[in-house]
C-alpha cells in the first residue's frame, strides 16, 4: 500500500463512480500498525506481551450503502478491487488475498450484530506490507470501525478487541489478540503491557530520551502458504509442551501457562521440561517461558527509565527466538547485528519473523546514526538505498485507532 495521504472526495469519487460529496468521503477511520517490543510468539499461549502502536496506519475512507454489499477499493493498484455481503459466513477470497481481512472484520461483526449494512470503502496505508507491523490486523480493525460508524452501532473496546482477535483467525492463522488489543486501546507516549483472559491493558510511559527504531528486513513475513504452516506448527508445539509438563508436574491437562508458571519458577519448569520433553518440544517449552518472564522485567526497566536493562532483555529475546523458537532469518539477523554495531543498546526481530522487522533501542541522540548505518551497510548493499526512508524510521509511540474528525 502507498504512504498515506488525505483521502480526497475526488479519489472517492474516482473509486467508486460516484458524484463527488461537496465535503470529500463522510468519514475516515485510522488504524496504526503495531511494533511488538517485547513477548514474541507468546500471546497464544496467553501470557502478557509489551507492544506500542506506530504512527503509520491504515486509512479507510467509507460511505455507508443502504444495502449489504461492500465494495473495496485499494489505492495501491497491487491490490486488486473486491467486493462481497456482509453476512455471517462470508466466502473467502483466494489465500493471501489482501481482501480477506476487511471479510474477517465483517464476518465477525456480522455473528455479533444482524442485519448489518455495508460500505464502498477506499483504503491506503503508509504501513509496510508483510513486515511484522500488523498491516492485516490494521486493516482488520479499520474496517470493523468503518461498518460499526456506518450502521450507527458501539461496542466496548474490550469486547471489540476480543471479536476481532478470533475473528481475524477467518484468514487461517492461528495466532493471539496482542494486535487487535494494541491497535484499538494504545495511548500516546506509551507501551501496553497486554495481559489475556481475561483481557486488559496497562500502560507504561516511553522514557523521552529513549528511542525505538524499526527496520525492514526486506524479506517479506508472509502469513500465508509455508510460513502459516509453520507458524501454527509452533501453537501446537507449545500445547503439547504444556500439556507434557503440566503432567509431570501432577497439574490438570488444560492448566495455562500463566497458571503453570504461578505454580512454579522458571528455573524448575525448565528443570522439568528437560527432563521430560524432546529436545524440538523443549526448546519450545524454553522460549515461552523465558519470553514471559522478560515481558515483567521489561515493562519493570522502562518504569525505571532503565535503557540499559531494557536493551539486554531485547537481546536476550532475539538470540531465544533465533535459536529456540526458530523464527528468524539470516536478514534478519544481519539487521540485529548491524544496528549494534552502529550503536543500538540493544534489538531483536519483532512480529512473527520468518523475514518482517527488527525493533532497536538507543538514545534519541544516537538514532541518526544508528539509521544512516543500516542505510549505508544494508540497504545500499542491496540495492534499496533510494527507499531507505520507507525501509526504516523512527518509531513513536502512538494513539490507538479513531474516527477522524470530518
Not at 444495502?67 to 473486491?82: C, G, H, I, K
Not at 470493523?144 to 478470533?166: C, D, P, Q, R, T
Not at 494486535?179 to 500516546?188: E, M, P, R, V, Y
Not at 533465533?322 to 539470516?330: A, F, I, K, R, T
Request: proline letters at 7%; glycine letters at 8%.
Amino acid at each position: 500500500m502507498t504512504p498515506h495521504s488525505e483521502i480526497s472526495s475526488a479519489a472517492f469519487a474516482r473509486a467508486f463512480g460516484v458524484p463527488a460529496p461537496p465535503s470529500g468521503p463522510a468519514h475516515v477511520v485510522r488504524a496504526p500498525g503495531r511494533v511488538n517490543l517485547i513477548g514474541e510468539h507468546i500471546d497464544y499461549c496467553g501470557l502478557p506481551v509489551l507492544p506500542m502502536a506506530l504512527r503509520r496506519s491504515v486509512r479507510i475512507a467509507f460511505h455507508p450503502r443502504s444495502d449489504r454489499e461492500t465494495r473495496l477499493v485499494n489505492r495501491d493498484p497491487r491490490f486488486a478491487p473486491s467486493a462481497f455481503t456482509v453476512h455471517e459466513s462470508i466466502p473467502p477470497a483466494p489465500a493471501g488475498d489482501w481482501s480477506n481481512y476487511p471479510r474477517a472484520a465483517a464476518q465477525a461483526l456480522a455473528r455479533r450484530f444482524p442485519d448489518l449494512r455495508g460500505v464502498d470503502a477506499l483504503v491506503e496505508s503508509d504501513l509496510p506490507i508483510a513486515a511484522g507491523l500488523s498491516s492485516s490486523s490494521a486493516l482488520v480493525v479499520a474496517m470493523a470501525l468503518a461498518i460499526l460508524h456506518a450502521n450507527g452501532v458501539s461496542v466496548a473496546s474490550l469486547e471489540l478487541m476480543e471479536l476481532l482477535g478470533k475473528g481475524e483467525r477467518y484468514v487461517g492463522t492461528a495466532g493471539g489478540g496482542m494486535d487487535q488489543a494494541i491497535i484499538l486501546g494504545a495511548q500516546a507516549g506509551y507501551a501496553s503491557r497486554i495481559d489475556f483472559h481475561p483481557l486488559r491493558l496497562t500502560p507504561t510511559a516511553v522514557p523521552a530520551d529513549w528511542q525505538f527504531i524499526v527496520a525492514w528486513s526486506l524479506v517479506h513475513a508472509e502469513k500465508s502458504g509455508a510460513a502459516r504452516q509453520a507458524y501454527n506448527e509452533r501453537t501446537q508445539q507449545c500445547d503439547e509442551a504444556r500439556r507434557l509438563v503440566a503432567a509431570r508436574l501432577g497439574q490438570p491437562a488444560d492448566i495455562t501457562y500463566p497458571a503453570l508458571l504461578a505454580a512454579a519458577s522458571v528455573e524448575e519448569l525448565l528443570q522439568v521440561a528437560g527432563a521430560t520433553l524432546s529436545g524440538l518440544l523443549s526448546r519450545r517449552f524454553r522460549h515461552v517461558v523465558t519470553e514471559g518472564a522478560r515481558v515483567r522485567q521489561a515493562e519493570a526497566a522502562m518504569a525505571a527509565q532503565d535503557l540499559t536493562a531494557f536493551a539486554q532483555l531485547l537481546d536476550a529475546s532475539h538470540q531465544s527466538l533465533q535459536d529456540d523458537y526458530e523464527v528468524s532469518h539470516p536478514e534478519l539477523d544481519r539487521l540485529v547485528e548491524l544496528a549494534r554495531e552502529a550503536g543500538a543498546a540493544g534489538a531483536r526481530l519483532t512480529g512473527a519473523g520468518f523475514g518482517g522487522s527488527i525493533v532497536a533501542l538507543c538514545r534519541a541522540e544516537r538514532a541518526p546514526e544508528v539509521m544512516a548505518a543500516l542505510g549505508e551497510r544494508f540497504y545500499a548493499p542491496r540495492g534499496a538505498a533510494g527507499d531507505v526512508g520507507r525501509h526504516v524510521f523512527t518509531a513513536d509511540p502512538s494513539a490507538g485507532a479513531e474516527i477522524l474528525p470530518a
